[in-house]
């Protein structure tokens, strides 16, 4: 199965629904290619029922105690700090090919479509894993008022799109995350911290698990009600990579700061085997922006040895 494009209707359905899951939006092939990379950040699910705390201490260090001001119950809806343990931020080792996912033709062209822009700005770039039994995943229905200082407009000029590539079959037991359709979750503030059931049955009711193979995309508006539920299969584990993407200019969204990881080799890697196009996703200055000039061409070729900055130099006439 091999990479496709969003159809039309896929588009409509994030915009009117909220949300969609585009299936098999890249190829299993590239999927498994790219997840080997994932070796390099996360125990496989064999290794780790062998032995989980064993697996735990060795990729995570023995982890202080939590300080919480409130501690969730071990049943039924709550945020664990444990369900975000097992997370790995962009640039990520291995042999890149990890790395290229956040930028594939096939995300970037949804989402160019679904926010009407071709002026993006990739904000959020991390892989994340679950394990069967190591915490309790449920989580009480939500919004993610974490990626912005506002509360979520509905004009589609200020809408974002926060998006799940899975890199693991995500199929019922697997903790597929559950989503209310816009239509169903009308008369409902976005603004509020959570929802639990006995507040909002009909809420509840009224979410779908967003279930697809390895390659499928999940992508969802800031104003959808949404959250996470446990992870039942046996020995099971699920991956993603979690790829969020902002009209450029809109400095109140914002989530991982990727300037931090720039003296990384894995950051120098990618901006290598990168297009301006592709770098401009991470505000690279693309050629013929006023900040270039022969000098900083020149610094900037020193910095990345392997970048072709001919698209650079063309644009200031002395290629
Ligand atoms: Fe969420």
Redesign the pocket.
Known sequence: MSARFARDEEITAWREDGWVLLDGLIGTDEIDAATVDLREVFPTPERYHADPVGETEKWLGRPPPGREWYVWPPHGPGFRPEQHRWQSQFPFPGTGTLNRLLVHPAIVDFVNRALQTADLRLYQAQVLAKYTGDTNYE?PM???RNHSFLPPLIDPQWLHVEAFLYLSDVHGGAAPTHLVSLRESAGRPPTVPLIMPDADPELYAAERPATGVRGSLLAYRPDVF???VDLTAPGGARFLLNVSFKTAGQDWIGYHAIQSRATSPHWVAFVEASTWSELALFGFPPPGHPIWDTALIEETARRYPNLDVTPWRVVLGRP
């Open positions: 989580q939500h919004t993610d949404h959250r996470a």
